[in-house]
């Protein structure tokens, strides 16, 4: 009886589990009903392949450039290490595919009426594109940038690193979309898709949620909170799974109560 | 009739794995001492001075007998097990059988059969399930809460379906009906006295009916599939 | 052409708080009292259960409890000189909507204001003469005292069951405590909360330091309590969703769980939800009002007719209902003359982040939005301003609310913005991270004001409300003071690091801070700096109250909420004892 598996039990069953698993290890895998899918290696070097296999659900809103682009993009900016997945594993660009494809893709809760002018930065975000559209001038202009010479998704990690770096620092216009613009929503997205709950399709294996500790969706402490410095050692609890540890993913809730 | 439910495959494993468990007592680093699951299983199969084996009612696994007179414990949280027994030896809960049991363990005892029961789970036996009225009557408690009587869902605290918020909040999938509604009953009577801020004034807006409707649904959920079975 | 509806006696506009507690009173008085709600009805069960309520990227990240920008929104900008622009999208502050308002998703920080607040200018000038404010700052008095107000403060937090501890009852310090506050008639109806660690080593670094830490009094409740409606509330299980989320345990004070069960059983009261009220109509002299018109969902019109209006929307909703509907003369910065959009204000927040060792497990998701621990050592003014330049001042806490990733994973100064180093520093700091918030005053300048956008408007093509605001230089030189204070205590605590990070202007929207907006229809005793008398009422329409955050001549140290409560009950107290008898204007000019 191996050590893993006998972990794999005691989570199934709510005994105190393992927050914190070895790299690669997803118990959650071997129960899913979603289809399995294997993280892809690290990007160090040479890319992952164009279509790569960390998609587990397909992508309903990028096209195959568009995702190439993202899933390179997210996984310098949460990269993977040898202790902890990073974005690209843990699904952040099924998030955003999910996310763009969704009601806050096409403007849910944005004011959107004209006339239109850039403003200062108090003023935040003043164009007229939504979520979706914002990504596709971005993605496609970043792209066609890229015709002909070695894509983003190809290059080394360090020249993706100072790619990304000069579309942060601004001053080049992608489609419409200042390039600091459309990096600051890229790596917010990425932030949501990697520290949200598992429901929206992002944080696989609540893997970012063990990474620092975070318990999740169920929380009720009365009995704990005075006892500082407890460690809580269980694995953490999504809203979206049920009593067999199942998380069923559901990215289409809305952005409004009831 | 009654239709044999499929036994947890989990439960099953655990069953066998338990005879793998042989780690002993350690003192961290800190000069913590660690719970000793084996010494524990000892004291589970054959007592400790003055002290009857746990499992003469909760069994050797922790899943009890299914009368409900005792709960099961397999696979409960190591703390709120821990928290139960030194509750009955302090007089905070209040049992004939489990007052004298839990002033006779030492405090290294309790830790150790806690961590014991913890790590196992036991078989789930096949038993009756509720009317499909009752059990969606549950459901919907266990789930939502009632509106009229503003009682909120029970899942709020007692995690997906029940499964528990280890380390302080018990789960209730799986544990038998009959138990949880003699909880209920103590609650609601007053005579129990732990988690009075939450439980005792839950227990005390529900009716009989939705105790009953509740417990039902708690002991079908996990175990079996979901789907509902008339008698 | 509107259809007109049978007169009622009181109208309520919005059935938030104010609303609610209006509505529910004035029912039981015998009025018979309808309550529009632009929003939609909910409650807690079923709407508020867990744990779809504990959703980080809903509720805080795309905000589903507040008001929807793609309707109406707020246009902003720092300065007369720039054009405003809309808020696309809420970020800097957070409107609710919807039955109950925004105390249905508060975090339960339950302060009074202080004695001195509200004869502000007075005191000012009678401890520093006459010179010391600075000249660009339009600071007044309020027009009532807290010895007025203090009974209603009483009324408020035993409604909510605040849970606290009094530190001065009846003019004698209590131990435990709070030894700077005014004086109060009678203990918290509930004791305090548990203290989390965080507030445990906030507590002993200032008390190294001298201060005088106290719980952070609480309306996120610390054990079950039935208050004078009857409605019990229950325990707070500290479970770390509490702004921007609704309860699912009934622990927290929201009109639902403390007051609108009340209401809704009386047959006097009638409440529509998801009608939006477009303006107050008024007669043909311009000095009463006849009612409101309003669109139901389907955007049909109707005209409410009543013999009183209460303005009881939210702050901003507040003012901009007085100008789409002419009631007042509005401000105008550049004669200084007018009064309603004047005395806008904010509050004045900043931080102090202390990094320890990986040996404390800070565990900050467990917290509810108002446990912790502060201290009122440099608040309002309770320390000598005379060696300083600046007026004004902070409370400082550890009163962390949650550790929703999303938006909580604090990393050290000097961390990468993103990439290895910046997950690397996440993973090792999320547990062992202690936040202290300052919480500051914010005071009225002459440049900040609130009137109507020229060029946006909302769903029905009324003009959006337009915010002129940026931070006075005073409340910048009172932030840098009270956060290095706050940096002090964080080396106190025993920090490994410990960063600064004290307000700088200038004013932006991309950064929450608060949904503290106050001031625009502020209360008084001179028609010529203020909207409403000392009772709340329109100096212009003597049938219009307008109750709310708006009312305040300035915003002082601490969260207004305790404050816009004891202001309902005062003004329902005039409404009813008063206005009722003799209908008209209950102050004479």
Known sequence: MTDLSRRAVMKATGAVGASMLPIGFAPDESSAQEPRNTPAAPSTSGAPQPNSQVQSAPYLFLNSEEAAFIEAAVARLIPADDRWPGALEAGVPNYIDKQLNGAWGTGERLYRSGPWQAGTPSQGYQLPFTPAELFRNAIAAINGEFKGRTPFAKMSAEEQDAYLRGLEAGGKDLGGVPSNVFFSELWESTVEGFFSDPVYGGNRNMIAWRMIGFPGAYASYYDIVHQHGISIDRAPLSLAEDVHGHVHMDPAIPAHLP | ?231 | MAERLKPVNVVTVGVGMTGAIMGKELAAAGLKVVGIERGPARDTVPNFQSPAIHDELRFAIRKALMQDNVKETVTVRNSSDQTALPMRRWIGFLPGTGLGGALVHWNGQTYRFQPADFIYKTHLEERYGRNFIDAELTVQDWGVSYDELEPHYDRFEYLCGTSGKAGNLKGRIQPGGNPFEGPRSREYPTPPMKEPYYGALFRKGAERLGYHPFPQPASTLSQPYTNPEGLTLQQCVFCGFCERFACEHFAKASPQTIVLPAALKNPNYELRTNCQVLRVNLDSTGKTATGVTYADAAGQEFEQPADIVLITAYALNNVRLLLNSGIGKPYDPSTAEGVVGRNYAYQTVSSATIFYDTDVKVNPFMASGASGTVIDDFSGDNFDHGPHKFIGGAYVGAIMTGGRPIEFHPTPPGTPAWGLGWKEAVARHYNHTVVLTVHGASHPSRRNYLDLDPTYKDAWGLPLLRMTFDFPDNDIRMSSYVTEKAAEIGRAMGGKIVAAAPRRGPYTTTAYQTTHNTGGAVMGNDPKTSVLNRYLQSWDVSNVFVVGASAFAHNATYNPTNTVGALTYWALDAIKNRYLKSPGPLVNT
Not at chain 2, 92 to 116: C, F, G, H, T
Not at chain 2, 203 to 221: G, N, R, S
Request: aromatic letters at 8%; glycine letters at 10%.
């Open chain 2, 1 to 231: 009739m009654t239709r044999i439910s499929r036994l947890d495959a989990v439960g099953a494993i655990v069953g066998i794995a338990v005879f793998c468990l042989g780690s002993s007592a350690s003192v961290s680093a800190q000069g913590k001492r660690t719970a000793d699951a084996g010494h524990g299983a000892e004291i589970a199969a054959q007592g400790t001075a003055g002290v009857p084996a746990c499992a003469q009612c909760h069994a050797f696994s922790g899943a009890s007998d299914s009368s409900g007179a005792f709960p099961r414990i397999g696979g409960q949280s190591a703390y709120y097990l821990e928290k139960q027994i030194r509750d009955f030896a302090s007089s905070e809960r209040a049992n004939a059988i489990m007052s004298p049991i839990a002033k006779a363990l030492s405090a290294d005892d309790i830790a150790d059969v806690a961590e014991y029961y913890a790590n196992n789970t036991g078989q789930f036996p096949p038993l009756a399930t509720a009317d499909a009225a009752t059990y969606e009557k549950g459901q919907q408690l266990a789930r939502v809460g009632d509106a009229a009587k503003g009682i909120q869902a029970c899942n709020n605290c007692h995690g997906p379906d029940g499964a528990g918020i280890p380390p302080a909040v018990p789960y209730l999938a799986g544990q038998y009906a009959q138990y949880i509604v003699f909880e209920m009953q103590m609650w609601k009577r007053g005579f129990r006295k732990s988690s009075p801020g939450s439980m005792a004034l839950i227990a005390k807006q529900l009716d009989d009916q939705q105790i009953a409707a509740v417990a039902a649904y708690y002991q079908q959920v996990r175990g079996s599939s979901a789907s509902v079975i008339s008698k």
